[in-house]
């Protein structure tokens, strides 16, 4: 479908215009909601501003409940959804608000554990995105601006700030030199009744080689302990430094790890100290090497128990099978008794603030039974993710974490790219 629209050339000379072009801001810089008005265009400002005017022969691509259906309740971190010859992706969502398709979430607010906002964004590149139209309607009008992002690449570095509203509204926003977008509930939730999209379809300036591999590394398959485990006794080496050379590689340090279980703990508290892990190397060592967690690691209903023996040092794991998500985006190996992988969640404090309440967004994410690419066997393969689930770095049984990868297609747009495992 074809319409002429018209784009904003910004004018110096005009006052009160309410439209600033966006520059490359960063998430670490964002502005608070009360500049809204200098980087929005609504559909009733846009006219009145108007300097000069450029029409451009656009096509659309409409989302809305009508087309696409809705999108469910939290069942899943994040899922995709084709529509109009696009793939586009979700991320926190809750049952939508009437007839809107979508409705996003600030994850702090729904549950306990992280918070990454919801989101709703493009996989597939749109060539040429010039106007974004949406109807919205947010939780509340005193928090927060939700963002629209947008850029020619994957890191979509520009954004514009969507006024919060408590009523249903329409607002059009003008980008430029964009392929990519993305709606962020930014700590306030927003439901969408309908997004337009209208593009060029001329590939703007983009880098195809940014969807293709995350690491050149090198890898070692770990080291692990097939004697009896005794809890107290049981003690390993594994390298931590490792020098690669042109025909394998030379152990240059080592670290001990003992085994120790819950009830040992419990029986020696003594030991406590010694046996609690929280550094994510330390803890993707001890897993690789044991398959399984630290003594200091437990359901979330033990943690008050737990927490008399490790104290602040007392962390949450989780465990899942399921074929959803960030789970399957590597070459998982599926469980003996079940065509699903087995993966756990053992929780990292990277802000120094953690809780079984507030469990951050740290991850060390294992899965248990391996991959099944080249080089890797059934042994346990630990990645690390520090931001919720966006991006992750495998162990690579040296000491050392890969780069990171983007299971999510959210924020590096880097596949699993598997490193060489050196014998």
């Known amino acids: 479908m074809k319409k002429k629209v018209v784009l904003l050339l910004m004018s110096l000379f005009i006052s009160g215009c309410n439209f600033i072009p966006s520059s490359n801001t960063t998430s670490s810089s964002l502005s608070s909601s009360n500049e809204i008005s200098s980087n929005e265009i609504s559909s009733s400002a846009s006219s009145s501003s ?6 451009l022969d656009l096509s659309t691509i409409n989302i809305s409940s009508s087309n696409c259906g809705s999108y469910g309740s939290y069942t899943s971190n994040f899922g995709t959804k084709y ?33 990454q906002e919801g989101s709703f964004y493009n996989i597939t590149p749109i060539f040429g995105i010039r106007e974004i139209t949406i109807t919205y309607q947010t939780n509340i009008t005193n928090g927060n601006s939700p963002k629209l992002s947008y850029g020619e690449d994957f890191k979509k570095e520009n954004i514009i700030y969507i006024e919060p509203s408590d009523e249903k509204v329409t607002k059009t926003y003008s980008l430029s030199h964009s392929n990519f977008f993305k709606i962020d509930a930014n700590d306030n939730r927003i439901n969408i009744y309908h997004i337009e999209i209208g593009y060029t379809n001329i590939r703007e300036q983009y880098d195809d080689n940014k969807y293709g591999n995350s690491s050149n590394d090198y890898r070692l398959n770990p080291v692990i302990c097939n004697e009896n485990l005794v809890p107290g006794s049981t003690t390993i080496k594994v390298p ?3 020098e690669y050379t042109k025909t394998g590689y030379n152990v240059l340090e080592t670290k001990e790890y003992t085994y120790y279980t819950y009830d040992y703990i419990k029986n020696n508290p003594s030991k406590a100290e010694e046996a609690s892990l929280v550094d994510p190397l330390d803890i993707a060592a001890y897993y690789n090497t044991f398959k399984e967690a630290p003594a200091n690691y437990v359901l979330k209903k033990n943690y008050t128990a737990a927490k008399t023996l490790f104290g602040n040092k007392t962390r949450c794991i989780s465990t899942y099978s399921r074929t959803t998500g960030y789970a399957t985006s590597v070459p998982w190996e599926r469980q003996p008794s079940n065509n699903a992988p087995l993966y756990h969640e053992l929780d990292i404090d990277v802000e120094n603030s953690y809780s079984s309440g507030n469990r951050g967004v740290g991850r060390l994410v294992v899965w248990q ?30 000491g050392t974490f890969s780069e990171p990868y983007d299971s999510e297609m959210q924020v590096f747009y880097t596949k699993f790219a598997p490193a060489i495992t050196i014998s």
């Open 369 to 398: 039974y391996g991959f099944t690419s080249e080089g890797y066997d059934d042994s346990p393969v630990s990645t690390f993710t520090s931001d919720h689930y966006k991006s992750f770095r495998e162990y690579l049984n040296d």
């Open 83 to 115: 529509i109009s010859n696009y793939d586009f992706g979700f991320y926190r969502v809750n049952d939508p608000v009437g007839d809107a398709f979508i409705s996003l979430i600030p994850y702090s607010s729904y549950v306990d554990d992280g918070n």
């Open 50 to 55: 108007i300097s000069s005017r450029e029409e």
């Open 240 to 242: 931590i430094k490792v």
